[in-house]
C-alpha cells in the first residue's frame, strides 16, 4: 500500500506498532488514541484486564501463564478478536502481532471482514539509548503512563502529571530483564518487521527524538490532520 493510500480519518486507522523493549510505542498509541474513534488495543494490558475479571479468556491466559508458557497465538489472537470484533472506529495494536505467525492469523481474521491494515511503523533505537530508558524509567501506579526522569518528572516522588496518582519504578524494569526481552524481540519480531516491509506497509521512525516530535513525524507519515490541543 503506498503512503497516499493511508486513511486521512483517524476513525478509519488500522496501524500496528513495532519496536523493541522502551522504545515508547505505548506512549505514541496513547497519544494516537486521543483521536476521535481510535482504539489503543495494548494485548498486555487487555490480558491483564482479563484476567483481573475472571473472564474465560482470562483463565485461559491465567492457566497457560500459572504452567510458566507464554500465551499461545491463539489466545492472543482470540483477545484481539474479542476486542476489535464489536469496535466500529480505528485502531492502534501494541504488542501484537509479535511474529509473523501472528502477523499471518490477523490478516486472515482481517480478510474475513473485507479489511486490511493501512500501515505498519517500526520505532527504531539503538540499544543501548533503550537500556538507558529503561534505567530511567518511571509509570504511575494508577494510570499507567509511562515517564522518563529528566523529562516530564525529576523523581518518584512526584505526582503523574497525567492523573495525579503516584508514580513508581515497574518490576521488569532491570537491564537483565530487559535483555531477555531484547533478545527475544531479536529472535521473534525483527523478522516481522522484514516481512512488513516485503509487503510494502512498513514505515520507520526515528524513535531517539522527543515524544511529540515522533508523533508529529507518525502523523504526517499516515496523513492525519494534527492533534488540537
Not at 506512549?27 to 495494548?42: I, N, R, Y
Not at 479468556?57 to 510458566?68: D, I, P, V
Not at 470484533?85 to 471482514?113: C, S
Amino acid at each position: 500500500m503506498s503512503l497516499s493510500e493511508h486513511p486521512s480519518e483517524a476513525g478509519d486507522l488500522r496501524l500496528v506498532l513495532i519496536g523493541a523493549p522502551a522504545s515508547g510505542k505505548g506512549s505514541q498509541a496513547k497519544l494516537l488514541a486521543k483521536k476521535p474513534g481510535v482504539l489503543h488495543l495494548s494485548t498486555g494490558a487487555v490480558i491483564r484486564d482479563h484476567m483481573r475479571r475472571n473472564t474465560a479468556l482470562g483463565e485461559k491466559c491465567r492457566e497457560t501463564m500459572n504452567e510458566a508458557r507464554l500465551v499461545s497465538d491463539e489466545i492472543v489472537m482470540e483477545v484481539v478478536a474479542s476486542e476489535l470484533g464489536n469496535h466500529h472506529g480505528g485502531y492502534v495494536l501494541d504488542g501484537f502481532p509479535r511474529t509473523i505467525k501472528q502477523a499471518e492469523m490477523l490478516e486472515d481474521w482481517l480478510d474475513q471482514r473485507g479489511s486490511e491494515l493501512s500501515a505498519v511503523i517500526s520505532l527504531e533505537v539503538p540499544k543501548e539509548d533503550l537500556e538507558q530508558r529503561v534505567l530511567s524509567r518511571v509509570v504511575c501506579l494508577d494510570c499507567g503512563h509511562p515517564f522518563r526522569l529528566g523529562g516530564r518528572v525529576n523523581s518518584v516522588n512526584e505526582a503523574c502529571p497525567e492523573c495525579g496518582g503516584q508514580l513508581g519504578q515497574r518490576a521488569d524494569d532491570t537491564l537483565e530483564m530487559f535483555h531477555q526481552r531484547y533478545g527475544e524481540f531479536e529472535e521473534l519480531t525483527v523478522p516481522l518487521i522484514d516481512y512488513y516491509r516485503r509487503q510494502g506497509l512498513l514505515q520507520t521512525v526515528d524513535g531517539r527524538q522527543l515524544p511529540d516530535e515522533i508523533f508529529t513525524k507518525i502523523e504526517n507519515l499516515l496523513d492525519l490532520q494534527p492533534t488540537r490541543p
